[in-house]
């Protein structure tokens, strides 16, 4: 006979096998049983709109049915192959039509495998070791990536501070960071190292930190001056700020670029891409032995993911989806600013319509140490109250998704007051 287990019994036998009873992502206090559309559910039944959807991934919601027809179209045909296969070539062409920088592609499964093979790229075209990055942005889990990421040290820049043990001192002293949204100092470091770094890699939209008019166009400029690579990290904003990525919505074309969550909808797919002469790296034939970037990868450009991907992106080419996504969005963070503001408490909603959130700070947020001045006690009562009204999100993100309807926006307006109304009262 079958017992139904407890979302209780869930979270034990997590504790038991797995290391700090999770799998490194959320919060372990709770276990997802199905979603659909935008909406999850817990073991218990407890039903949430999903403001999560996978840390991205499902911009048109779970369970889309023109995506789940086309993954069981495919299932029984193949899973994965190790090998070229249709489904991926043409997501491969998809993307380069629709990326600007994108000449080639190359998949793998995860985005921070892309992003290591991003700065990897970089070093091997440029001939050089050290690279720029920017405090607070998220490049998955390389050593390199781990520099700087959430530190809660303050140094000086360009000091790299390790977020993670196991980081050898030689990759420290290989990265530089730089606070984002500063020109002048990103200008004065390349000035001073420009001669030695191969790249900068960056997220336009840096977590919820929005690049200020004319940044991005500043670093591409700078990159330029001194010859330097521009990355692109849009694991997050590639075919979510708009169907080009923020390449097409702030009108900056990096060198390389990564892809991820969307990609493969909602299944593992990422992608590194870039100029054509950038991506011969990848190709032992053109660039020989010494030039050659190995990569191998087994889940790399698999049909399911592929056929998820194509399905979604074809979705989203579609009239108006990106007007509703922004609209959705823009939407909620209204309603957020009109009950915080009505109730006098100090807050900033910070990012862009289709991905954001609130710090319970005074704004403008510039950076990383911008957000850090939030009030991090209000910020977790906050988030524990949207929980206990149906709201299912990341600590510090929101993510729009077009499976929304306006009775999910009403019940989302609801649970902002009844959060607002808590904190007014501590």
């Known amino acids: 006979m079958n017992i139904i287990q407890s979302q209780t019994d869930w979270i034990a036998r997590a504790a038991q096998v797995l290391p700090a009873g999770g799998f490194g992502n959320f919060a372990t206090d709770i276990v997802i049983a199905r979603g659909q559309g935008a909406h999850v559910w817990d073991e218990d039944g407890n039903e949430y709109i999903d403001y999560l959807i996978g840390s991205g991934p499902m911009l048109l919601g779970h369970g889309h049915p023109e995506v789940m027809e086309a ?7 193949g899973m994965t ?13 998809a993307i380069v039509e629709a990326v600007p920088c994108a000449e080639q592609v190359r998949f793998v499964a995860s985005g921070g495998e892309a992003d290591m093979y991003a700065i990897r790229l970089a070093r091997a075209f440029m001939g050089r070791s050290k690279m720029i990055k920017f405090e607070g942005g998220y490049h998955g889990m390389s050593a390199e990536a781990q520099m700087s990421l959430a530190p809660t040290e303050r140094v000086n820049f360009p000091q790299a501070v390790p977020d993670s043990a196991g980081i050898p001192d030689g990759v420290r002293d290989e990265m530089l960071i730089a606070p984002f949204n500063d020109l002048d100092y990103l200008a004065g470091l390349l000035d ?20 200020e008019p004319g940044f991005l166009q500043g670093v591409r400029d700078l990159c330029d001056k001194h010859g330097v690579l521009l990355i692109f990290d849009e694991i997050v904003t590639g075919f979510r700020l708009a169907y080009g990525g923020a390449q097409e919505r702030y009108g900056v074309i990096p060198d390389i670029c990564t892809l991820g969550k969307i990609i493969g909808g909602g299944f593992a797919l990422a992608a590194t891409a870039g100029r054509a002469e950038i991506m011969a790296h990848f190709d032992k034939e053109k660039v020989g032995a010494e030039g050659w970037l190995m990569q191998l990868g087994t889940l790399s450009g698999n049909p399911v993911a592929s056929v998820a991907g194509l399905k979604t992106m074809e ?9 509703r996504l922004i609209g959705l969005g823009q939407r909620l963070m209204d309603m957020q600013t009109e009950a915080l503001t009505g109730a006098g408490i100090e807050h900033a909603i910070t990012g862009d319509p289709t991905l954001f959130d609130v710090v319970f700070a005074r704004g403008p947020m510039r950076d990383y140490r911008d957000t850090q001045r939030g009030d991090t006690e209000r910020l977790a009562l906050y988030n524990r109250v949207l929980r206990a009204h149906g709201i299912f999100k990341s600590p510090g993100k929101l993510y729009p998704n077009l499976a929304l309807t306006e009775a999910d926006l009403e019940q989302s307006a609801a649970a902002f007051a009844a959060a607002t109304a808590a904190l007014a009262a501590v």
Do not use: H
């Open 315 to 323: 979705v989203l080419r579609r009239p108006e989806q990106y007007e």
């Open 81 to 93: 192959f190790f090998a070229n296969n249709a489904a991926g070539i043409a997501l491969a062409e």
């Open 192 to 211: 001073e190292y420009g001669a030695e770094v191969a790249g900068v890699i960056l997220e336009p939209l840096q977590r919820v930190v929005a690049p």
């Open 71 to 77: 993954v069981l179209e495919q299932l029984p045909k």
